[in-house]
C-alpha cells in the first residue's frame, strides 16, 4: 500500500511555477532511468536540445535536475549548506566499494589530500614517481630486447604502467615483485570495468562474483598494516589510515577505504595517458609538433624540461576536453534559488538531486568550440605559443572552457600531480621508443557510453601498438 501511494505521488508531480522544464519520461517510476545509465551524454544532449541549459528528469523514482549554463556552476555548487555531497556520495560507497563511512567528510578529504600533494610533499611525489616509472620502463623490466618490437594494446600499456607507478609512488609500496604488482593492476582492471555497473547496481549473477573476487583479493593486498613498521613521515595515505584509526574503524573497514583510495588515485591518470597517446599516435602534424618541443628542450635539465611545454599543455587540455567526463552530483536538502548566468531564476526543489556535467557544456557545446567532437591539439594555444584562454558563448566570455578537474571549490587534489606523471610517461615513452600503430590507417576507438559520469572516459576497443627501444 506505502509502494502504491509513493508511486501515485510520484507519478502526480507537476512543474510548479519557477521550477525547471520538468521530462518524467513514458515509463513510471523508472522515467528516463535506462536510457540515462546507457548513455548519458547521449540522452542529456537530447534533453539539453529539447530544454535548454536547465530541466529536471526522473529516472528511477528520483527526479534530478541538470544544470548545464557552464558560467553558474560555481557559483551554485558553492552552496555546500543546501546541496549536500556526502548523501550520494555514501550511497556509491557503498555500492561499489562495499564500504560504509559514517563520518566521511568529502570537503575534509579534498583539504587533507591538498596539503599532501601540493608544495614540498608534492616535489618529493613527483620525484618518487619519476623514479618508479623509470624502473619500470626498464628494459630488462619491460622484457624488451634490442630492435625487438613487441606489440600491445596502448590503453592497457598506458593504463598498466601509469597505475604501477602511481601505486608504488602514492601508496609507498616498495617495487620488489613484478608479478604481484601486475597482479594487483590485473584485479583493479577487473573490478575497474564493472565499476559502472556497480554504482547502478545492474551487475549480473556472474559479473558480481568477478567484481566480489577482485574487490576481496585487493582488500587482502592492501592491508594497512602494511604500512606499519615502515613510517612515511606525514605520507597523504599514512595520515588517512591514522585519521580512520582515530575514529575507531575497523581494520576490515580501514581495508574497503584503502581500495576507495586507489580507484580516487589510480582511475583516471592511466586513461588520460592512452587518449593522450592515442591522439598523438592518430594525428601526425600534432606528434610532430609535440616531438619538436621535446626535442628544442633536449639540452635542459630533466627538472626544467617538464616546465616549458605549451605545445603539450595545449594537447593535453584538449584530450581532456574531449575525454573528461565526471557527474558532479549533490542532494538538495532544502528548497532553493539559483540563477543562471543571464539572470533567470529558478527553484529547486528539497529531496531532488542536482547535476553538473561540464563534459557536456562547456566541454562539448558546439557554441563554444567548434567542431567540438574533434581533437585539434592548438584549440588551447595562441600564435604566440601562450595558452588560449578567451573562449565565448553568445558574444559572452566563458569562465572555462573545460573542466576536466571539477569546479573551483571541487578541484582535484591531485591534478598537478597527475599531469606530471601523464606528461613524464608520454615524454619518456617518446624519448626512449619507436612506437606505432600496428595498422596506420587505424582511428581512435569508440568511448564505452556507460563510463560518462564516471571520470575520464575509456574506450570501448584498443588501439593496437607495436613499440622497441630506439636505437
Ligand atoms: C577528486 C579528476 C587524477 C586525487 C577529483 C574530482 C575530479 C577529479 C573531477 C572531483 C570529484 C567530485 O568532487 O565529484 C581527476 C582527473 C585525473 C585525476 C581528470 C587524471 C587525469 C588524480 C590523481 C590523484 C587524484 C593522480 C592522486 C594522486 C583525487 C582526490 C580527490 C579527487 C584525493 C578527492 C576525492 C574525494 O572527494 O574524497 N579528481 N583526478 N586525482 N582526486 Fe582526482
Known amino acids: 500500500l ?17 521550477e525547471p522544464p520538468l521530462d518524467k519520461g513514458m515509463i513510471p517510476w523508472l522515467g528516463h532511468a535506462l ?18 541549459d536547465i530541466f529536471t528528469v526522473r529516472a528511477a523514482g528520483k527526479y534530478i535536475t541538470v544544470l548545464l549554463d557552464s558560467n553558474c556552476y560555481d557559483e551554485v555548487l558553492s552552496d555546500v549548506i543546501t546541496l549536500d555531497q556526502t548523501g550520494y556520495a555514501q ?29 614540498p610533499a608534492l616535489t618529493q611525489l613527483c620525484s618518487s614517481m619519476q623514479n618508479n616509472l623509470h624502473l619500470l620502463m626498464d628494459s630488462s623490466e619491460m622484457d624488451l630486447k634490442k630492435s625487438e618490437w613487441k606489440k600491445d594494446g596502448l590503453f592497457n600499456f598506458c593504463y598498466s604502467l601509469l597505475f604501477k607507478t ?42 558480481k562474483q568477478i567484481a566480489n573476487s577482485a574487490r576481496e583479493k585487493l582488500w587482502k593486498c592492501l592491508t594497512p598494516q602494511c604500512f606499519d613498521g615502515k613510517p612515511k ?19 576490515e573497514t580501514q581495508r574497503r577505504a584503502m581500495l576507495l583510495q586507489l580507484w580516487v588515485t589510480q582511475g583516471n591518470a592511466g586513461p588520460a595517458a592512452f587518449w593522450v597517446l592515442g591522439c598523438l599516435l592518430t594525428h601526425p602534424e600534432a606528434l610532430r609538433a609535440v616531438r619538436e618541443e621535446i ?12 616546465k616549458n611545454t605549451p605545445v603539450f599543455d595545449s594537447v593535453l587540455r584538449e584530450t581532456l576536453r574531449l575525454t573528461a567526463a565526471a557527474l558532479i552530483t549533490r542532494e538538495v536538502v532544502q528548497d532553493k534559488k539559483i540563477h543562471l548566468s543571464n539572470g533567470q531564476e529558478y ?49 559572452v566570455r566563458v569562465k572555462y572552457p573545460s573542466v576536466p578537474w571539477g569546479t573551483k571549490d571541487n578541484l582535484c587534489p591531485g591534478r598537478h600531480f597527475a599531469v606530471s606523471a601523464i606528461k613524464e610517461l608520454v615524454f619518456t615513452i617518446l624519448a626512449r621508443f619507436d612506437l606505432e600503430l600496428c595498422n596506420k590507417n ?25 613499440y622497441r627501444i630506439r636505437s
Not at 560507497?93 to 600533494?117: G, V
Not at 562539448?364 to 568550440?369: K, L, N, S
Open 442 to 466: 587505424a582511428t581512435l576507438p569508440l568511448v564505452d557510453p556507460s563510463r560518462y559520469g564516471f571520470g575520464i572516459l575509456q574506450p570501448a576497443g584498443d588501439l593496437e601498438i607495436r
Open 2 to 18: 506505502l509502494l502504491g501511494l509513493v508511486l501515485f505521488l510520484y507519478a502526480r508531480r507537476t512543474r510548479r511555477r519557477n
Open 347 to 395: 527553484q529547486l526543489r528539497r529531496g531532488d538531486r542536482l547535476c553538473v556535467f561540464p563534459f557536456i557544456s562547456p566541454q562539448m557545446d558546439p557554441q563554444i568550440h567548434q567542431q567540438p567532437e574533434m581533437f585539434q591539439f592548438d584549440r588551447f594555444l595562441n600564435a604566440d605559443g601562450t595558452e588560449r584562454k578567451d573562449f565565448f558563448k553568445e558574444g
Open 233 to 251: 613521515d606525514q605520507s597523504w595515505l599514512e595520515n588517512y589510515v591514522q585519521h580512520l584509526q582515530d575514529e575507531g574503524i575497523d581494520t
Open 295 to 306: 626535442q628544442g628542450g633536449k639540452h635542459l635539465r630533466p627538472e626544467e624540461r617538464q
Open 166 to 207: 602511481g601505486y608504488l609512488s602514492v601508496f609507498g609500496v616498495e617495487k620488489n615483485n613484478s608479478a604481484t604488482l601486475t597482479e594487483v593492476y590485473e584485479e583493479f582492471r577487473r573490478f575497474d570495468k564493472l565499476l559502472p555497473k556497480l554504482a547502478r547496481t545492474t551487475v549480473n549473477k556472474a559479473e
Open 91 to 119: 550511497i556509491l560507497m557503498k555500492r561499489i566499494f562495499s564500504l560504509n563511512l559514517p563520518n566521511h567528510n568529502p570537503e575534509y578529504e579534498k583539504k587533507r589530500a591538498e596539503k599532501h600533494f601540493q608544495g
Open 35 to 52: 536510457e540515462f545509465g546507457k548513455d548519458a551524454a547521449k540522452f542529456l544532449t537530447r534533453m539539453k536540445q529539447k530544454h535548454g
